[in-house]
């Protein structure tokens, strides 16, 4: 008979050693390899360009790229770190990081968080309520958006495209300039 995992909390995500990246999630800490060149890329140009574009259209939102930790339904039971992440609603934002969903969310894929990210974040910020969730994957060289502000669930990109954002009408991003010479 096999011996029961344990169950994390809120207390064990926060009492990490320095420098630990996880994310807590039904119970199970799960640990945050370090990123790829590209994976970074791609996490600097949108946290770059959205924030370009929020303060160039008065905005008031605010851009977050990881490590910032999300308590994703405000109760202290799941703490994602999304690569970026960008909140509207400033009562959301705590010294801790964001108390609820984001508005929008941007998940860059490894090899090593395919499953998470296309499948169980997948779920979680859309029962959260996260309003639009981007799955940038430069190994199929593709990005998932999924608009679930409007149930509009699935557009598909490829990295030679031009991805364009419904929470943030105008907002594009054309991903051949960011892997260009990478």
């Known amino acids: 008979m096999p011996l029961p995992k344990p169950v994390y909390t809120a207390d064990d995500y926060w009492n990490l050693p320095d420098g630990v ?42 851009v977050y790229p990881a490590p910032f930790a999300v308590n994703l339904f405000a109760d202290d039971t799941t703490f994602v770190e999304p690569d970026v992440c960008v909140v509207c609603d400033h009562s959301k934002l705590s010294d801790r990081g964001c108390e609820g969903a984001p508005d929008l ?13 296309y499948v169980s974040k997948l779920h979680l910020y859309h029962d959260a309520g996260v309003r639009e969730y981007w799955i940038c994957d430069p190994i199929r060289e593709r990005v998932l958006v999924y608009d679930f502000a409007s149930e509009r669930l699935l557009s598909e990109y490829g990295f030679e495209d031009t991805v364009r954002s419904s929470v943030f009408e105008g907002f594009t991003m054309d991903f051949a300039q960011v892997v260009a010479g990478m």
């Open 105 to 117: 969310v941007v998940e860059v894929v490894s090899p090593s968080s395919s499953g998470m990210d």
């Open 21 to 62: 990246r996880a994310e807590l999630i039904d119970g199970e800490l799960w640990d945050l390899a370090s990123p790829s060149r590209v994976h970074q890329r791609i996490v600097h140009e949108l946290d770059r360009r959205l924030g370009n574009f929020i303060d160039e259209h008065g905005g008031s939102c605010e």
